[in-house]
């Protein structure tokens, strides 16, 4: 069973391009997003601190 990843985005269209990569990345390695954090295997906070 794939492992599954919930990912939230604070900040700038720079983060929300950033966030879609790392879900590219991470799905190549067979990791599923799911909208659900009560269903990921891995919860990632995309953040910036400007």
């Not at 604070?10 to 879609?20: K, T």
């Not at 599923?32 to 269903?39: A, N, Q």
Request: charged share 30%.
């Amino acid at each position: 069973m794939a492992k599954k990843l919930y990912i939230k985005t604070f900040g700038c269209q720079m983060n929300e391009y950033d966030s879609d990569r790392m879900v590219d990345v991470l799905a190549a390695e067979g990791i599923e997003k799911t909208d659900s954090p009560e269903d990921a295997d891995v919860i990632l906070f995309n953040t910036c601190s400007v």
